[in-house]
Nanobody, 115 residues
């Protein structure tokens, strides 16, 4: 059974940076796509960043140029480097394995951008 555990969230001022991590056990990152979705209160879940098994990446327009997704297949860990954070980036961030709609997800990590 796949288990995903996110970490790295917290409170940061606008313009600041955070690096989220997602560690998987029970499956190999090298075989699947990995990504991040976020859920803000009162809003629909949004796919933020996605990296395929061939390391091809895709980003939501709202984070392009500010967020970078990467993964370390040997450590079964994915990362989301978030720079120039904005208050509208405030949400719970979940990593997923395979598909943003139906893939396994972790428990989420809270990111709050506020002064």
């Amino acid at each position: 059974q796949v288990q995903l555990v996110e970490s790295g969230g917290g409170l940061v001022q606008p313009g600041g940076s955070l690096r989220l991590s997602c560690h998987a056990s029970g499956s190999s990152f090298s075989m699947y796509a990995v990504g991040w979705v976020r859920q803000a209160p009162g809003k629909q879940s949004e796919m933020v960043a996605h990296i395929g098994s061939a390391d091809n990446t895709h980003y939501a327009d709202s984070v392009k140029g500010r967020f970078t997704i990467s993964k370390d297949n040997e450590k079964n860990t994915a990362f989301l480097q978030m720079n120039r954070l904005k208050p509208e980036d405030t949400a719970v961030y979940f990593c997923y394995l395979g598909s943003p709609a139906s893939g396994a997800r972790g428990q989420g990590t809270q990111v709050t951008v506020s002064s």
